[in-house]
């Protein structure tokens, strides 16, 4: 008896993004969080829920990006397609957002702070770890994506 390869998939690839961004940016954010000045004066478990918070705000920006690169590649599957295109904008939107919300956040709204030990972007100010958590746990998502949802010749659109 011989079975398929590849099972197809049902869920809508926006379940996967949001679970795969997750766990990443969740971890991340547990990790980067001694690089946060307030987060050096609140209990254990004040820490997990704010650092929830925050990938909460991640998965956000993950969304956002992707709905952002589905409508310029005219696809829900864009990320199976190997296109370059969206796939730099995903990446982009995702890097704008995230500069543009660390600097309201830390300049601005005052909501958080840098801790002294927070490498820091020339010019613009912005964590080098919330950068570093763009690049990272997005390329390791659409990685896994792709695994999950390979691009099947025949198949249009989602």
């Not at 590849?6 to 690839?13: A, G, K």
């Not at 996967?16 to 050096?40: N, R, Y």
């Not at 295109?85 to 990446?91: C, E, G, K, N, Q």
């Not at 958590?133 to 659109?157: A, D, M």
């Amino acid at each position: 008896m011989s079975f398929p390869t590849m099972y197809p998939r049902h869920l809508p690839p926006e379940v996967d993004l949001l679970a795969l961004s997750f766990v990443g940016h969740f971890a991340w954010e547990i990790m980067q969080a001694p690089l946060f000045s307030s987060m050096s004066q609140v209990d254990h478990f004040a820490g997990i829920y704010i650092c929830l918070k925050a990938t909460l705000g991640d998965l956000a920006i993950a969304l956002a990006a992707f709905w952002t690169a589905a409508v310029l590649g005219r696809s829900r599957r864009w990320f199976a397609l190997l296109g370059r295109r969206s796939t730099t904008v995903f990446f982009s939107v995702g890097l704008l957002l995230t500069i543009g919300l660390e600097y309201l956040h830390t300049e601005i709204t005052g909501r958080w702070a840098y801790d002294g030990a927070m490498p820091l972007l020339p010019v613009i100010g912005t964590g080098l770890a919330p950068i570093l958590q763009w690049i990272f746990v997005p390329l390791l998502v659409l990685w896994y994506l792709r695994r999950l949802h390979p691009n099947i010749s025949g198949s249009g659109p989602s």
